[in-house]
């Protein structure tokens, strides 16, 4: 299978099923001497790992991280960082049902179209439990990008038809409520319609957003490694993810020149910064010096316990109900690995830019002309 590495200086290589031993991450590019422990990824894993709450699958993981190589004494060693996370309460009996079953809105029909061959449990590398390997690495890099005083924020701007209000966000509670939205009362009344759509025995799709800080003016590359575009491709790659934006996003279509504009001044610190921020934190493809601010739109969990009409490997018409545990929405758990993705690439983009300027080279192996 290709496509499970990312990255280009700082590269990931995530491996594992759903229902195998295990799953995990390898992280190669990471600089030497970066404190770093388990438990600085086991604090992101937690985010993510399932059974917090009754919105969220019963499954029963601990999640626990294992580093099994590239750190000494807590510190990176600048050799490839592998991490293990073990699977410990595999149900794949609740599958049985669907082995030779098409799921709607899961990948087992185009698995079989590609390999001609699957594990039907739980949906192998298809599964949301892939992200994990995702989340691990994520957390290597945004403590390389902490070291650096850059941040990386995630969290929930929607649930189905309910949406947070910007003008009263408030970041501490993200951490607060058990959907990580930054607005108490549209996380009161994003519970109450999750709760009318487990009754129904339905889900919900939603939206998660996610903002970078401190990203200096410059990161990205002008052409086909643009910041905006490897933003997207990072989050996109995200199982469920069906929609992604930057800024002010599809709504730009609809705006004016005059009005989409972000004018520049000259800040307090003497240099160029901009009055508004409609781009979103990039210019031509590159980081302006502003707060990057994206969007991604996360479909309804395909997993429901209604009966749906399908159809098997064999070509013939079935009805199926799923068994076993899934989130009634994607979205809370999903939070974390959105922010991973967005760490990961503002990570590996930053270390590319590097090599961008003669004269910062020179000044790095200190050549610098007296």
Not at 322 to 345: C, F, Q, S
């Amino acid at each position: 299978m290709s496509g499970s590495v990312y990255g280009t200086i700082f590269k990931i290589s995530t491996w594992g099923e759903s229902h195998g031993s295990g799953v995990g991450v390898v992280v190669d590019g990471c600089p030497a001497g970066l404190l770093l422990n388990e438990e600085d990824i086991q604090k992101y894993l937690d985010r993510r790992k399932p059974g917090q709450s009754k919105f969220t699958t019963a499954r029963s993981e601990g999640d626990r991280a294992e580093i099994l190589s590239g750190v000494f004494e807590e510190k990176t060693t600048g050799t490839p960082i592998s991490i293990v996370i073990r699977n410990t309460d595999q149900r794949s009996h609740d599958y049985s049902n669907i082995m030779d079953v098409y799921r709607p809105g899961h990948a087992d029909y185009t698995f079989d179209e590609k390999y001609g061959f699957r594990d039907y449990r739980g949906g192998g590398r298809s599964s949301g439990r892939e992200t994990i390997g995702r989340v691990a690495a994520g957390a290597v890099a945004a403590k390389l990008l902490e070291s650096l005083w850059i941040t990386v924020q995630a969290y929930t701007s929607a649930v189905g038809p309910v949406k947070i209000d910007h003008s009263h966000m408030d970041m501490e509670e993200i951490s607060k409520n058990r959907l990580y939205m930054p607005d108490k009362a549209a996380a009161a009344e994003a519970e109450s319609y999750l709760e009318d759509m487990m009754q129904r025995r339905d889900s919900c799709g939603g939206v998660v957003e996610c903002v970078i800080r401190g990203l200096p003016a410059g990161v990205g590359e002008p052409v086909f490694d643009k910041l905006d575009a490897a933003l997207g491709k990072a989050v996109m790659s995200i199982g469920a993810v069906k929609g992604f934006e930057i800024g002010d996003g599809f709504e730009a279509a609809a705006s004016l020149g005059s009005q989409n504009n972000d004018s520049f001044i000259i800040g307090k610190d003497g240099k160029p910064q901009k009055v508004t921020n409609h781009s979103g934190g990039t210019l031509g493809g590159m980081s302006d010096g502003s707060t990057i601010v994206m969007r991604a739109a996360f479909k309804p969990t395909p997993s429901i316990s209604q009966v749906q009409k399908t159809v098997d490997r064999y070509g013939k018409e079935q009805e199926i109900q799923i068994k076993g545990r899934h989130d009634p929405v994607i979205v809370p758990r999903a939070v974390v690995v959105v922010e991973a993705m967005a760490a990961l690439t503002a990570a590996d983009l930053l270390l590319m830019s590097m090599t961008s300027r003669l004269d910062r080279i020179k000044k790095f192996f200190n050549k610098e002309e007296i």
